[in-house]
């Protein structure tokens, strides 16, 4: 039985308590050795299913599959589907092409951040919008007024993450040449399946959008073509330390969805999570921008910082301090980089240490090693590129390894 | 070819023309543009079959503001001359209340047994009203981001000044105040008087135009405001057209230009500013700002709502506007006799609102999408105290009546409308019998009529409910207090903005002394 | 009989505020007499068994707003008091449809879009802004209100308080918060969802105890009030109390007396004494007399003004300002032992929000016209009501297998109309009957066996709680949680303090700030503001500290 089906009707059938069952799960369960499913917007996905080092090398260094299916998509079309949307993100949605994707960030009129996705143009009228919250009331919302539609795809469309050096030699050996297909392109490649190259990692990879009803088979052709590529179901561990190398920023985790707060103030604008370069000033009225346009004018209050840190502890959790004394910020998330082999974090910092003021910053780690526990402080230094931007991820055609 | 003005002001009611004429007398060039073929707006007049003047929509005037008079240079007269009307409160039962002056007699002379207390009651509710009048003649205040700087002190100044007038009163009133300020008009009035017409006359007066009854909290609130001139109704000789008319030649006489007829079907837009207009015609005008006196929704889709955030667009259309009032107005051959009411009273404001439980239950109805049965009446005979009123001689009878729904169940059907007619025209029967036969015309007009007249949403009058989660910071929305609405150089100047509705002036004065501001502030900065 | 004594503190009313006030004084070393009216203690928080086998909490049935802090003070647990959360909710309507209020997020989200999905996205907005506005109000709770118009430092002290959280909201969140206090809870309700059943199982905290219809302004505080109790930090939760809402009243007395204070049950006060604009002590119905320079009245401020303080001892003005104070009987109740469960054939099989809040109200509509009745003197024709059958959660309620069910009901007026007159009179067995038989013709909506599972029925309306718990009119926040009565307002403008005109009595009960619910604040609010002004109030900790 297909899970949505289980409380589509009006019939006194209980609805599913606790986690559904995402169109990849027969898969994913068969290989879930570490039976670690955590929760994802409802839907059982996997944090583990063996070993999250090896799944995180087979990303780097092969291929991984990753489901992405319970990110919230929703299709935005009609004659004035462009102007909404270009009223509702801070980017120039004019400037994106049909068969392009960006990565788009919206706000509240306040100017601070509701979520992040990437927006798909597949036509001068049609757009998808993917992203992390639930946002189906507030597109209604940024729709009003405007002659276009939103629907919510969330639970009609599968996606699938094929991500790694690999990839595209899979998805040749699947019968799938997309070598002309650049880095924040789209096709769509038969009825009802799409891919993109994009994703979580930073590194080569495509994206699968097809019917929920038909992931099985998608799995299966890609599973199949992978055998020969080293390709690997992963977790979410993994792709974790990966998006830390590439520097994205996960919702909830590196900022507060401002919708999903409700602690006051707890919102952040974009030049405080490091992403300005995504505002357009200069296209028109979009939400938050007169806001924006004032904060712009006070400085930020804080700035989300991509941190080296000394030693090999992971940063997570570490408080930030300025000269090993003032408390200036926090890390969100903190990892040791495998590829990079750095110690690596993002944090958020008060201005101005986490502005102008940005060297001598320290994180004080606490490790527990059987038993004792210890406190370093380390010194964390700003850095401004990405930990691991690997050139094949944007080579075109890609190479096949 | 476009013309060019320093502001444009979209629709020629009365604050529309205030608006103009508040900055055609600093100097701007203005011009009003109306949809209609008349100015006025809700203050526009009409004409029955037979040519005689008929007060369509609003009939009397009790607020306008000090402050517009002054700088208009209309003296504390007015534009036009009027008569204070006594308020005759109707009993069923023959036992009228004549109130003068804050205080009743009986309609034959004797002595009111609660006058003292009614007196009390009113002198309070007069003296708290001036006290909030404070707030009237200035942008709401606002809690700025940073109490600290200079900018955010001054918009506490109507606050500052509130609380200086505040610290007058004595104790005991201050107490009280903080009381009532937030209470229901049904437990203030019944808390001093016995339940009868005149508390039930001061009941409607909470109510009047408003989507609830006197037992909502926040209707002592309205009460106060109505009474923040004292409270006094006059009828204006010439009827409310002399006061359109009057605002209209001094606007005129300061240098704006009016014209009538000239739909504005956009505002527009260029790099966050509003820089003119669109007419129905495709003709273009440009100028320097625009202010709109349509109520809050009509003047964001004018813009457009692209250029507003989410949230405003969200919180304007969430902005409760269900009018509950509709007019009759009747032409009669003649008066008829009411025992106990004399020619003098009957030319009064007269109050058909029984009790305040009546009033109460009138309200029911309208919540469910019907008339009320017995519905509450404030009716004026403008004839037998003006007469231009009735040139041809018999009267006209002009009657606000309450609660009638905007959309009722069934839709506003021919019959529905007769039948609206009927009910109101028994209901006056019962306080002044024989009314019916004198009739020879009768026009109703439905919350859903004035709204296709004037474009006030549900037909509201005040283009949104005055209740208090809809009054100062927050009128007409959480965050466009003041004036400014969305792009720079675009203001709302209408009743949907501080302080209100009635025939007042005062938003239109407040918003054009914003956009004087800031222009000046912008010449200075260029 | 005649007894006398004298203590240093003297509590009329041993209901949980009386009670916590008294483990206060008591603790603070001041010798402390309970007195009650009834055989029994716990006022309206109270664990009746009516027919063997089964405990009634005949009177509040389910517990969140009661301070943590007092309860941890108090150590609460210690004299046997466990709070056990119920598991979401849910209301049925007549064809046989059904919203369930699940306490699993995710479960919840998935029922919403089976609605609508706009609501199952609103619900996040709306719950947020709830939150924020609990998150706001709750540290009033354990302070006394602030007086604008007082000069005295600790009122300035309040006011300066306020003035900070206020400000520090930002003047975008000032605004929400003003629109939220004013706003009507049909209003705000409209405002986010478009699904009638949602819309209806949500609005019945905006009207629960209230003599005021969901469209009125002023219910989404009424909402809140509902809200802003918490169990175990779950903001919003609710929960029974193991054993019946005695539980409370009886760990709070077991505190007090372990403390070394006094309970006597069996007679009410007849008279406040007062000599000289102080009070002296109380004359009790039964003859006896204590002295003390302190009583804290746990009754409401009507009750014990108008009815037990000498009219003489008291200025003009305070005495109309408490016959102006507004205590509206609204609500009724009905307490059922049921021989078995009943079905609930319109729920999914074994829904465990079946063990939560049910209702069978269908829309704001219905929920108004309620209203509109009342108003007329009426009992609702459609009656909201929130039922719970808290047995199947607390093993002590009823036998195995047999359950216990409560039944709140939403309008019931104190003065019934009958031919033409209102009046509480009025309330005759068989009216109050023919009331019992429209709220089981509507409770069959959800469960059609309900009338065969019936062992024992107590039908209580206006005029019985009134007379047996003293509460006015039956009034279950000892005065409406309007504006006009909240705050600085509460009970009296210029009397917030829980003091009165007359030295030495105060008001201890939910008539004060911050009213009603089984709250406790007022009771340890009073106690801190008695022992301070006998320069005591370092002797009690500072619960909001």
């Known amino acids: 039985m297909n899970a949505r089906d289980s409380f589509a009707g009006r019939a006194a059938t209980p609805v599913p308590q606790g986690l559904i069952d995402g169109p990849f799960h027969q898969r994913l369960a068969a290989l879930n050795h570490a039976r670690a499913w955590y929760d994802w917007a409802g839907y059982a996905a996997p944090s583990v299913l063996d070993t999250v080092e090896f799944e995180y090398f087979a990303l780097r260094n092969a291929a991984s599959l990753f489901d992405i299916s319970p990110m919230r998509k929703f299709r935005v079309a009609g004659p004035q589907a462009e102007a909404m949307l270009n009223r509702m993100v801070t980017r120039d949605v004019a400037r994106l092409a049909p068969g392009r994707v960006a990565y788009v960030l919206w706000c509240d009129e306040e100017g601070m951040v509701i979520d992040d996705g990437t927006l798909f143009r597949f036509g001068p009228d049609d757009f998808r919008l993917c992203c992390q919250e639930p946002m189906f009331g507030w597109l209604e919302d940024a729709a009003w007024g405007f002659d276009c539609a939103v629907t919510d795809e969330t639970d009609a469309l599968a ?36 891919i993109s190259r994009t994703g979580f990692t930073g590194d080569l990879g495509y994206e699968f959008w097809g019917a929920w009803d038909a992931a099985l088979p998608l799995w299966d052709r890609l599973w199949e073509a992978g055998r020969a590529h080293g390709l690997r179901a992963v977790g979410y561990e993994a792709v974790n330390i990966a998006r830390i190398e ?22 952040r604008t974009p030049r405080e999570l490091g992403l300005e370069r995504l505002v357009d000033f200069g296209k028109g009225h979009f939400n938050g921008r007169r806001a924006l346009l004032a904060a712009e004018k006070r400085g930020p209050r804080s700035r989300l910082l991509r941190l080296d840190v000394e030693g090999h502890k992971p940063a997570q959790g570490a408080l930030i301090y300025h000269g090993r004394r003032r408390e200036v910020g926090h890390v969100t998330s903190g990892t040791w980089s495998p590829t990079a082999k750095r110690n690596i974090a993002l944090a958020e910092v008060r201005a101005p240490w986490g502005t102008t003021k940005s060297g001598d910053l320290w994180a004080e780690i606490y490790t527990c090693e059987e038993g004792v526990w210890e406190r370093r402080m380390v010194r964390a230094r700003p850095q401004r590129a990405a930990f691991y931007r690997p050139a094949r991820a944007r080579a075109t055609p890609p190479a096949d390894f | 070819m476009s013309a060019r003005y320093d502001a444009v002001v979209v629709g020629g009611g009365h604050n529309g023309l205030v608006a103009a004429a508040t900055l055609a007398r600093a100097g701007r060039r203005v011009c009003v543009l109306e949809r209609a073929d008349r100015l006025g707006g809700m203050a526009a007049g009409g004409a029955f079959p037979d040519g005689t003047p008929m007060p369509r929509i609003a009939h009397l005037l009790y607020n306008l503001s000090p402050a517009v008079l002054n700088e208009l240079g209309f003296g504390a007269g007015g534009p036009v001359e009027t008569r204070a009307l006594p308020t005759v409160c109707l009993d069923p039962e023959g036992r009228h209340v004549v109130v003068r002056d804050g205080s009743p007699v009986l309609a034959d002379g004797r002595p009111h047994p609660e006058a003292e207390a009614y007196r009390r009651l009113a002198a309070r509710l007069v003296r708290f009203g001036g006290l909030l009048a404070r707030l009237a003649d200035a942008p709401p205040p606002q809690v700025s981001e940073r109490l600290a700087d200079l900018a955010g002190m001054r918009r506490l100044g109507p606050l500052a000044a509130l609380g200086w007038d505040f610290r007058k009163l004595g104790r005991g009133d201050r107490r009280e105040f903080l009381r009532i300020v937030l209470s229901n008009a049904h437990d203030v009035i019944l808390d001093e008087l016995s339940d009868g017409p005149l508390a039930g006359s001061l009941a409607a007066d909470a109510v009047r135009g408003a989507w609830a009854g006197p037992r909502a909290p926040g209707t002592v609130f309205s009460l106060m405001y109505r009474l923040a001139r004292g409270g006094g109704a006059a009828l204006p000789l010439g009827g409310m057209d002399a006061v359109i008319a009057a605002l209209a030649d001094r606007a005129r006489s300061l240098g704006a230009a009016l014209r009538t007829g000239a739909e504005v079907t956009e505002v527009r837009v260029e ?22 006196a349509t109520a809050p929704g009509a003047a964001m889709r004018l813009a457009g709502p692209a250029h507003y955030d989410i949230e405003a667009v969200r919180r304007l259309r969430n902005m409760r506007a269900k009018g509950t009032a509709a007019k009759l107005n009747l032409r009669l051959d003649g008066l008829p006799e009411v025992p106990g009411l004399g020619p003098e009273l009957l030319g009064g404001r007269l109050l058909l609102a029984p009790s305040v439980e009546q009033v109460e239950r009138a309200f029911d109805p309208v919540k469910y999408g019907r008339v009320s049965e017995a519905p509450v009446i404030e009716a004026v005979i403008p004839s037998l105290t003006d007469p231009q009123a009735a040139p041809h001689g018999g009267h006209v009878l002009s009657a606000i009546v309450q609660y009638v729904p905007h959309a009722p169940e069934g839709g506003w059907t021919g019959a529905a409308r007769d039948r609206l007619r009927d009910v109101a025209l028994a209901a006056l029967e019962t306080a002044l019998p024989g009314l019916s036969a004198r009739v020879t015309a009768a026009e109703t007009l439905t919350p859903s009529d004035i709204e296709a007249a004037t474009g006030a949403p549900g037909g509201h009058w005040h283009h949104g409910e005055l209740s208090l989660d809809q009054l100062l910071t927050v009128r007409p929305v959480n965050g466009m207090a003041r004036y400014r609405f969305g792009p720079a150089g675009h203001y709302l100047c209408g009743a949907g903005a501080h302080p209100g509705g009635d025939v007042m002036g005062a938003p239109g004065r407040n918003a054009a002394r914003v956009a004087l501001a800031d222009a000046t502030a912008g010449e200075a900065a260029a | 009989m005649s007894e006398h004594g004298r203590y240093d503190a003297i509590v009329a009313g041993a209901g949980h505020n009386g009670l916590t006030a008294a483990c206060y004084l008591q603790k603070a070393g001041l010798r402390t007499l309970v007195v009650e009216k009834n055989d029994w203690i716990g006022g309206a928080a109270v664990s009746r068994s009516l027919t063997p086998g ?25 004299f046997g008091l466990q709070v056990i959360p119920y598991e979401g909710g849910g209301s049925f309507t007549r064809d046989g449809r059904h919203f369930g209020y699940y306490a699993d997020p995710a479960q919840l989200r998935r029922e919403l879009r089976r609605h609508s999905p706009r609501d199952a996205d609103a619900y996040q907005r709306y719950s947020r802004t709830i939150l924020r506005q609990c998150r706001f109000i709750r540290p009033f709770l354990l302070r006394p209100a602030p007086d604008p118009l007082s000069a005295r430092p600790r009122d300035l002290g309040e006011l300066a308080f306020l003035l900070k959280r206020a400000h520090g909201l930002g003047s975008r969140e000032l605004g929400e918060t003003i629109r939220f206090w004013t706003a009507s809870i049909g ?33 989404a505080y009424v909402l809140l009030h509902h809200y802003m109790g918490d169990v175990d930090g779950a903001i919003g939760a609710w929960g029974f109390a193991r054993g019946g809402m005695g539980a409370i009243s009886n760990a709070l007395a077991a505190a007090f007396e372990e403390a070394g204070g006094t309970i006597r049950t069996g007679a009410g006060v007849e008279e406040i004494l007062v000599d000289d604009g102080k009070v002296t002590g109380l004359a009790l119905s039964d003859g006896a007399e204590f002295r003390a320079p302190i009583v804290a009245s746990n009754m409401d401020v009507k009750r014990t003004i108008l009815r037990h303080t000498p009219r003489a001892a008291l200025p003009e003005d305070y005495l109309r300002a408490v016959e102006r104070f507004k205590i509206r009987g609204s609500s009724a109740k009905l307490n059922i032992a049921l021989d078995g469960m009943p079905e609930f054939p319109a729920a999914p099989p074994g829904a465990s929000f079946l063990r939560g809040d049910l209702h069978c109200s269908e829309s ?14 009426r009992w609702s024709d459609e009656p909201y009501f929130d039922m719970l059958i808290p047995s199947q959660i607390d093993p002590t309620m009823a036998p195995p297998g047999k359950h216990m069910m409560t039944v709140f009901i939403q309008y019931a007026p104190y003065e019934l109309e009958a031919e033409g007159l209102r009046a509480a009179g009025n309330w005759t067995p068989e009216r109050r009957q023919a009331m019992a038989e429209t709220v089981l013709d509507k409770i069959e909506v959800a469960c059609p066996d309900i009338r065969r599972r019936i062992h024992h029925m107590e039908i209580r309306s206006p005029k019985e709680l009134e007379d047996e718990v003293g509460l006015t009119e039956g009034n279950i926040f000892q005065g409406e949680l309007t504006f006009d009565q909240l705050l600085f307002n509460r009970p009296v403008p210029g009397y917030a303090r829980y003091d009165t005109p007359v030295k030495g009595l105060y008001i201890v009960g939910s008539s004060a700030h911050p009213g009603g619910g089984v709250m406790a604040a007022p009771g340890a609010n009073a106690a801190r503001e008695i022992l301070h002004r006998i320069g005591r109030a370092g002797n009690m900790p500072d619960l909001a500290a």
Do not use: M
């Open chain 1, 159 to 194: 996606a699938l993450a094929l991500q790694g050096p690999t990839s595209h030699a899979i998805l040749k050996a699947a019968g799938l040449d997309l070598g002309d297909l650049r880095p924040f392109a789209h096709r769509e490649v038969a009825p009802g399946l799409a």
């Open chain 1, 246 to 267: 590439a520097g994205f920023l996960t919702a909830g985790v590196d900022f507060q969805p401002v919708h999903a707060a409700e602690r006051l103030h707890r919102g």
């Open chain 2, 271 to 292: 790099g966050d500013r509003a820089c003119g207009v669109r007419l129905a015609d495709g003709e273009e005008i440009a100028a320097g700002a625009v202010l709109v």
């Open chain 3, 54 to 78: 089964w405990t009634y909490s005949n009177c509040s049935y389910v517990c969140s707003l009661l301070r943590r802090e007092i309860v941890r003070d108090l150590d609460l647990p210690r």
């Open chain 3, 187 to 219: 209003d705000f309700l409209d405002e986010h969802f478009e699904s009638d059943l949602v819309k209806a199982h949500l609005a019945g905290s905006g009207i629960i105890g209230t003599g005021l219809g969901v469209y009125s302004p002023g219910t």
């Open chain 3, 364 to 377: 704001l509509r219905e929920l108004e016209r309620a209203y509109d009745d009342w108003k007329r003197g």
